[in-house]
């Protein structure tokens, strides 16, 4: 399975985006997804997950309710969609699979796939 993230950019403090995960086969939807970020200079850090069935998310402290993680099965496509953006969440966004989910980050020999990431820098 191939993760491909995308709908980064460069917007202002405030403005919102979607970025978007697809995967290039349908099995991709036997597995849960997570997104992290890395900023320059700064480990990767979970940002969210959500399960197989997308019944489920979790979100980390900083971006509880101004992210919201979804699934799309018929698109083999997971979103991230990012409201109230800060200029502290400028950093590449990268999306990882996983067989199981688990209400959080999970030791990274634990993710099947990552995408490439997707940069997002927010003015102030």
């Known amino acids: 399975v191939q993760l491909q993230a995308s709908g980064g950019g460069l917007v202002q403090a405030g403005d919102s985006l979607r970025l978007s995960c697809a995967a290039s086969e349908r099995t991709f939807s036997s597995y849960a997804l997570d997104w992290f970020r890395q900023a320059p200079g700064k480990e990767r850090e979970f940002v969210a997950a959500i399960s197989v069935s997308g019944s489920r998310s979790y979100y980390s402290d900083s971006v509880k309710g101004r992210f919201t993680i979804s699934r799309d099965h018929a698109k083999n496509t997971v979103y991230l969609q990012m409201n109230s953006l800060k200029p502290e969440d400028t950093a590449v966004y990268y999306c990882?699979?996983?067989?199981?989910?688990?209400?959080?980050?999970?030791?990274?020999?634990?993710?099947?796939?990552w995408g490439q990431g997707t940069e997002v820098t927010v003015s102030s």
């Open positions: 990882a699979a996983k067989r199981y989910y688990s209400g959080g980050p999970s030791k990274t020999p634990e993710y099947a796939f």
